[in-house]
């Protein structure tokens, strides 16, 4: 109720309505704040960028608890919001601008330099209508991460999260299982959000694995593979991969054979090690 309240105020305060173009919805619910920062695990010993914060409801307590908090924020509306709330703390740091444009690299390693930061972590409440694009970008950009703790939708983190070839399974399952084990930790209803969504949402933690579950010989080749997969998901993945122009049916089907893998299977019943021996052997 407290937060309820004091959202409700700040709103009042700014003249702020949530806008729908940025995918807002403002946290309200205390105990869910409480357990993103518990299963983030957030020290003084971490550099954590937050990205967009919007009225500074997780930026508080994350402030309580970490040794360095850089919040990325593209709305210039919420950006005096966030200044005259935390502008006070040396270890508040606030960037405008889209995360998609931001050089994380550099970000993260000037201040991995201070030498009282040993870890750089994600966390934040994602706008949901550009969740996929983010997520990618924080993975295949190989940033010097230890984890990702973000809220998404709980149709979306069912997809991240599901094992490859699982029922849920889609393009990015095979992407987040290659650099991450990733886990849902904690499911949010709708009604901790004003607005409220139409929709569920869930909290995932994606530890960044040291280096990626297989090996490879051409990464990017791997993931035009399991994209190509995708594209026709109704086609087995014979088909999907000669109508992409990837190889000759008739060589796609010798491949097939030799790795003892069903000529009519679709695509996204495969493992992420399957798609690993396919990319070699046509590699």
Do not use: W
């Not at 999260?161 to 399974?169: D, F, L, R, Y």
């Not at 869930?202 to 035009?224: Q, T």
Request: glycine share 4%; aromatic share 6%.
């Amino acid at each position: 109720m407290r937060l309820l309240q004091e959202t409700k105020q700040i709103m009042n305060q700014y003249h702020i309505t949530a806008n729908k173009n940025y995918g807002q919805n403002f946290l309200i619910d205390e105990t869910i704040v409480e357990e993103i920062i518990e299963h983030a695990a957030i020290s003084k010993e971490d550099f954590v960028i937050e990205i967009g914060p919007g009225l500074g409801t997780l930026t508080s307590r994350l402030l309580e608890k970490a040794g360095k908090v850089t919040c990325i924020e593209i709305d210039k509306n919420m950006i005096s919001i966030l200044n005259n709330r935390f502008s006070m703390y040396p270890h508040f740091e606030l960037i405008q601008n889209d995360i998609l444009k931001e050089n994380l690299h550099t970000l993260i390693n000037k201040n991995l330099q201070n030498v009282s930061l040993k870890k750089a972590k994600i966390v934040a409440n994602l706008p949901y209508y550009i969740t996929t694009p983010i997520i990618m970008k924080l993975l295949e950009d190989k940033l010097p991460l230890c984890s990702i703790t973000v809220m998404v939708q709980q149709e979306v983190a069912e997809r991240l999260v599901e094992n490859p070839g699982g029922k849920a399974t889609g393009s990015i399952t095979y992407c987040i299982h290659y650099y991450t084990n990733p886990k849902i930790v904690l499911t949010v209803p709708n009604t901790s959000f004003i607005p409220s969504p139409k929709i569920n949402s869930a909290v995932i933690k994606l530890d960044i694995l040291p280096s990626p579950k297989i090996n490879v010989k051409n990464e990017a080749f791997l993931f035009k593979i399991i994209k190509c997969a995708f594209m026709q998901k109704r086609k087995t993945l014979l088909n999907a991969l000669s109508n992409a122009n990837i190889a000759e049916k008739a060589t796609l089907e010798e491949m097939l054979n030799h790795l003892h893998i069903d000529t009519n299977i679709r695509g996204e019943k495969l493992t992420l090690e399957a798609f690993g021996k396919i990319s070699d052997y046509l590699s």
